[in-house]
T-cell receptor, first 111, second 113 residues
Framework: KAGVTQTPRYLIKTRGQQVTLSCSPI?????VSWYQQTPGQGLQFLFE???????NKGNFPGRFSGRQFSNSRSEMNVSTLELGDSALYLC??????????FGQGTRLTVV | DQQVKQNSPSLSVQEGRISILNCDYT??????FLWYKKYPAEGPTFLIS?????DKNEDGRFTVFLNKSAKHLSLHIVPSQPGDSAVYFC????????????FGAGTRLAVHP
């Protein structure tokens, strides 16, 4: 059974640009969540999607957005990138009410 | 406002001994707790979980204890192995909060031969 797949693994962007990250959940998992990990703030929840609907959102500015497709794949977008957006972005998929399984993450560097 | 706290940034243990990682929480609405292990530049790996209706859950070398009255949980690893060296995160789910995990800051465990 394939795990959670995140693409790309590494990304370098310039300030002011936008970026789109992709996540394919474990087959059968309809919930996809996104997290940001930085040295200063730790692991922070961005948002969660279930059956193409955003059910929960963390405390991040509107520059951070996401969506989920009918096949449960999800994308997150960050617009007008800032240096502080440099982080490891993690996607997790969940069978409702059970443990979340994480992908390898996308390391975003903003220069 | 940290709802999940891991007050020990690091822990060093000798191989074969017990590792005890601690976690405190403040939100009474948390009803499910999880432990994850993480290596640098990788995603967290699920280790073990416990529901708030239990006080202990065991899986091989890993045991999680939950003390609801003290809002405290701990992860015991026995015996510790060098391969256990990683950062361990405690996480909590709020009742009705869907799948939003609230993480602690993590504890770096080093197991020495």
């Amino acid at each position: 059974k394939a795990g959670v797949t995140q693409t790309p693994r590494y990304l370098i962007k310039t300030r002011g640009q936008q970026v789109t990250l992709s996540c394919s959940p474990i087959s059968g998992h309809r919930s996809v969540s996104w997290y940001q990990q930085t040295p200063g703030q730790g692991l922070q929840f961005l948002f969660e999607y279930f059956s193409e609907t955003q059910r929960n959102k963390g405390n991040f500015p509107g520059r951070f957005s996401g969506r989920q497709f009918s096949n449960s794949r999800s994308e997150m977008n960050v617009s007008t990138l800032e240096l502080g957006d440099s982080a490891l972005y993690l996607c997790a998929s969940t069978l409702e009410g059970q443990e979340a399984f994480f992908g390898q993450g996308t390391r975003l560097t903003v220069v | 406002d940290q709802q999940v706290k891991q007050n020990s940034p690091s822990l060093s243990v000798q191989e074969g001994r017990i590792s005890i990682l601690n976690c405190d929480y403040t939100n009474s609405m948390f009803d499910y707790f999880l432990w994850y292990k993480k290596y640098p530049a990788e995603g967290p790996t699920f280790l073990i979980s416990i529901s708030s209706i239990k006080d202990k859950n065991e899986d091989g070398r890993f045991t999680v204890f939950l003390n609801k009255s003290a809002k405290h949980l701990s992860l015991h690893i026995v015996p510790s192995q060098p391969g256990d060296s990683a950062v361990y995160f405690c996480a909590a789910l709020e009742s009705g909060g869907y799948n939003k995990l609230i993480f602690g800051a993590g504890t770096r465990l080093a197991v020495h031969p």
